[in-house]
């Protein structure tokens, strides 16, 4: 997979990077970083040893040629040296490497007059040039350089005279030069940008993922503490509504059977009074009874402790159906997993009063449940086709329920999920109540 096609894959979403990816990619940046080292900085000793190596088969290899050529070799070296050494180089000012691409071209003009073979600085003038200059300057610097070359094609200082043949040969040549020249290094210009911005969006992208999948790693400790915080929350809640139940029901009636039965004990001398106080405690003891029973059906289901929650909910609609003669059908979608117990104790309750309320206030001849199984969530929707409501604040609450839509929707919103309805008379009503589906094993 080459660079880019890997940042584009990492942009679609293919998942959380841990890290630029070893292999392929990273030897051709090695690779293309050492070209550009070679270009940037080993081209121009390379056209000045070529040069130096082939101009003894040509030009007579006098001490006074090399008395003048020597001291140039050396002064184009130091020149390229001073502004090309560095990372980065200091031709990379602007100011400077105009400076810079000056003296090289007047430094290799002389060389190629002394030797035509100094024309392989043709290579660093081309490659420099497009390098260290900015704007029209780059084709000036091309130009010049494909001129240097033309002459040196021609024989540099070795051309017995210029007439006007010569010159047009040269004009000629040169434009050529600059032509073939300056269009190869300006596509290879062009080419190493490109893959140096694509090298640095590589980098962007991974440093993004990186960034993405801290984020989402925190997210989701944030999530589960937060239903942490949403569960305990709910656990004092059911406390509280426990204690005021069993002070509100159980209690009284306790005290009801305490004050009756010793009424009952004072009325050695009336038989009729001692049995209607007994029998007064006793039907507080049944319905204090039946209280209790409630209370306890309040809390978690058994249903669930003998099967899963698709097979909890199914079994009591099957028997909510019946029992209501309302034609039910019962669905499951996705792929079903263990939830929190919070989760599925939450869900069952409201599949279990939506069945109520629908059974006692719908009036209706058909109904549905479905169970939806998502990535991220668990929905349960309930549907009739009853009379309908107007949904409102009034609504949220109905007599004789003892478990109406606001508390329901309580029951949600403690971990963390959503209720909501939606219902208009004579059209039926949707119950759909959505809680994060947080699997059993994970714990805050």
């Not at 062009?190 to 440093?207: G, P, Y």
């Not at 001692?274 to 405690?281: F, K, L, Q, V």
């Not at 971990?415 to 805050?444: F, K, N, W």
Request: a negative charge; aromatic letters at 6%.
């Amino acid at each position: 997979m080459s660079g880019a096609e890997r940042g584009a894959a990492v942009a679609e979403g293919c998942g959380p990077a841990e890290g630029p990816l070893p292999g392929s990619d990273e030897l051709l940046d090695a690779r293309e970083r050492w070209f550009d080292s070679i270009i940037e900085r080993y081209v121009p000793y390379l056209g000045l040893v070529v040069g130096t190596a082939l101009t003894p088969f040509v030009i007579p290899s006098t001490a006074g040629f090399w008395l003048v050529a020597g001291p140039l070799v050396l002064a184009a070296a130091i020149w390229s040296y001073a502004f090309t050494s560095r990372q980065p180089a200091r031709a990379s000012d602007p100011r400077l490497g105009t400076v810079y691409i000056s003296g090289q071209l007047v430094l290799t003009a002389v060389l190629v007059h002394l030797s035509p073979f100094y024309g392989f600085q043709a290579l660093a003038g081309y490659t420099h040039s497009f390098l260290y200059l900015r704007g029209r300057w780059r084709w000036a610097g091309v130009l010049a350089t494909a001129g240097l070359v033309a002459y040196s094609q021609l024989g540099g200082g070795l051309i017995a005279e210029l007439n006007p043949g010569i010159i047009a040969g040269w004009v000629a040549i040169t434009l050529i030069n600059g032509a073939v020249a300056g269009g190869f290094t300006y596509f290879g210009t062009l080419t190493a940008q490109q893959s140096h911005r694509r090298r640095d969006i590589i980098v962007e992208l991974n440093e993004s993922n990186r960034r993405l999948s801290e984020s989402l790693e925190e997210n989701a400790a944030l999530h589960v503490q937060l239903l942490a915080q949403a569960r305990e929350a709910g656990v004092l809640d059911e406390r509280a509504r426990l204690a005021r139940e069993i002070h509100d029901t159980i209690a009284q009636g306790l005290t009801g059977i305490v004050t009756q039965l010793e009424a009952a004990g004072a009325a050695d001398d009336d038989a009729g009074l001692r049995h209607r106080h007994i029998d007064t405690a006793g039907a507080l003891a049944r319905e204090s009874l039946a209280e209790a029973r409630r209370s306890v059906d309040a809390l978690a289901p058994g249903q669930l402790a003998e099967a899963q929650l698709p097979d909890a909910i199914a079994e009591m609609a099957k028997k909510w159906a019946e029992t209501a003669g309302v034609e039910l059908l019962v669905d499951t979608t996705g792929e079903p997993r263990p939830l929190l117990p919070e989760l599925e104790v939450t869900l069952f309750r409201v599949a279990q009063e939506a069945l109520a309320n629908v059974g006692k206030h719908a009036s209706a001849t058909r109904a549905g449940l479905t169970l939806s199984y998502m990535d991220d969530v668990v929905v349960l929707d309930v549907r009739d086709d009853g009379r309908g409501f107007s949904p409102g604040p009034g609504a949220r609450s109905k007599p004789g329920s003892g478990f109406g839509l606001a508390a329901m929707e309580q029951r949600v919103r403690r971990v963390s999920g959503t209720l909501a309805v939606e219902s208009a008379p004579g059209e039926g009503t949707a119950l759909s109540a959505s809680v994060p589906a947080i699997p059993a094993e994970v714990r805050a």
